[in-house]
Nanobody
Framework: QVQLVESGGGLVQPGGSLRLSCAAS????????MSWYRQTPGKEREVVAT????????NYVDSKKGRFAISRDNAKNTVYLQMDSLKPGDTAVYYC?????????WGKGTLVTVST
């Protein structure tokens, strides 16, 4: 079955960096667009960044441009989110999402806390 396992979250100081990873299995990874979302308590889950199946194109929510970078390694069935210049407002649970044949699949998330 489809599995998406996020890792790389943790506590980081403002201005710091983190690299999230999402290991995928159970589907043809190289055919699926992938996205990163995030959610804070009391708010809806919001998209952070999306990458096409081949990695040829990416898209970001405006406020994340220049600070976040999504990438993928289809040989390793893994998608990444590099996050730089982190702010307290980036604190959230970050989720990996796969678009598989029009269906949406989610990982369980990884918590990122930006704090002194």
């Amino acid at each position: 079955q489809v599995q998406l396992v996020e890792s790389g979250g943790g506590l980081v100081q403002p201005g710091g960096s983190l690299r999230l990873s999402c290991a995928a299995s159970g589907f043809t990874f190289g055919r699926s667009p992938m996205s990163w979302y995030r959610q804070t308590p009391g708010k809806e889950r919001e998209v952070v960044a999306t990458i096409t199946s081949t990695g040829s194109a990416t898209n970001y929510v405006d406020s994340k441009k220049g600070r976040f970078a999504i990438s993928r390694d289809n040989a390793k069935n893994t998608v990444y989110l590099q996050m730089d210049s982190l702010k307290p407002g980036d604190t959230a649970v970050y989720y990996c999402n796969a678009d598989i044949g029009g269906g949406s699949y989610w990982g369980k998330g990884t918590l990122v806390t930006v704090s002194t």
